[in-house]
């Protein structure tokens, strides 16, 4: 009996925290147990409890209750052990399995991007991505759906030091032509590589955001033109945007 009573103060305490977070002016005890159905001298237990371990504070104006900075700390060590790769791996692998084609998680690093994931769906594609490898911003569209983000001296930085090599005939090569496409991939949140980096090769991405609102990686689709024609790369834009959010938030990232 005492274990179970133990496990009911538990979890109304846990009730309790989550109707707080509701409110930013904070609620009194009588307005909790109002709300909970429960007696009031219970609630200022459990709430004497919380406000002892800082998870809760009373503002002794108003006596209301609110959440306590002890959340802060909890909450910012959650977001530092947070791994991207292993966040995003359960999402890439839907896409992999929705798609059937190559699925690639990249970070920015040093004005370039790197692979930290890579997925081969099960369409026969020989690209030249690989784990550890290291491409170019300008001519990727896991490159354009981060530039697209960053401040603007960090992009003219990297393209002074890093330049508008070609790669293929599709490259672009034009500061103001890539400035134009990096707008429009702000404005439309997908990014595309149509053959600029490989021949033959389309590819179409979405940036992932950390807890700060700062642009973290990118998730992309890869496949054959043949296959990634206009038609489902228009089609594959909503399932991106949504995949692109739900990492985001794995992140911490509130839209």
């Known amino acids: 009996m005492e274990r179970e009573n133990m496990v009911k103060s538990v979890s109304r305490a846990l009730d309790i925290i989550k109707l707080i977070s509701w409110k930013k002016d904070g609620l009194g005890v009588t307005e909790i147990a109002n709300q909970m159905d429960i007696n009031k001298s219970s609630v200022y237990r459990i709430l004497s ?146 053959e600029e980096n490989e021949n033959g090769i389309t590819c179409i991405a979405v940036p992932i955001f950390d807890h700060l609102g700062k642009v973290a990686a990118a998730v992309s689709i890869s496949g054959p033109t043949i296959r990634m024609n206009e038609t489902r790369l228009v089609e594959l834009q909503p399932r991106m945007i949504e995949i692109g959010k739900q990492i985001s938030a794995r992140l911490g990232f509130l839209s």
Do not use: W
Not at 57 to 85: A, C, P
Not at 118 to 142: F, I, W, Y
């Open 49 to 194: 409890t919380l406000v002892q371990y800082g998870y809760v504070e009373q503002d002794k104006g108003t006596e209301r209750y609110k959440l306590g900075y002890q959340f802060l700390e909890v909450s910012s060590r959650l977001l530092e052990s947070l791994d991207i790769r292993t966040e995003a791996k359960p999402f890439l692998q839907e896409l992999e399995k929705e798609t059937n084609e190559v699925i690639h998680l990249v970070v920015y690093d040093q004005g370039e991007v790197v692979y930290i994931e890579k997925l081969d769906g099960n369409e026969a594609l020989r690209m030249h991505s690989k784990v550890g490898k290291r491409a170019p911003m300008h001519c990727t569209s896991v490159g354009k759906a981060i530039l697209a983000y960053l401040p603007a001296d960090s992009v003219q930085e990297i393209l002074e030091r890093k330049g508008l090599p070609v790669h293929t005939v599709k490259t672009i090569t034009d500061k103001n032509v890539l400035a134009e496409e990096l707008a429009e991939v702000k404005k439309k949140g997908i990014a595309l590589d149509l």
